[in-house]
């Protein structure tokens, strides 16, 4: 209903395409930052892939190389 994947979907679609690294982005007002920590927490315990998730942040500087 919000016109976007899954984060679900995105990992496995970067599994899929061997992405090695994977940073999600959620926009929902209503969540806190200790929502977020607790969601990045239960996709990162529950990951059956050898990809690197994390949550990306504002201000996160990502070296390419």
Do not use: C, Q
Given at each position: ?65
């Amino acid at each position: 209903g919000w016109g976007h994947s899954s984060m679900e979907d995105a990992i496995y679609f970067s599994s899929i395409s061997e992405v090695k690294t994977l940073l999600l982005a959620h926009h929902d007002p209503s969540h806190t930052d200790e929502i977020l920590d607790t969601l990045i927490k239960e996709i990162k315990e529950n990951n059956k892939t050898d990809i690197k998730i994390d949550l990306a942040e504002e201000g996160m500087i990502i070296d390419l190389f």
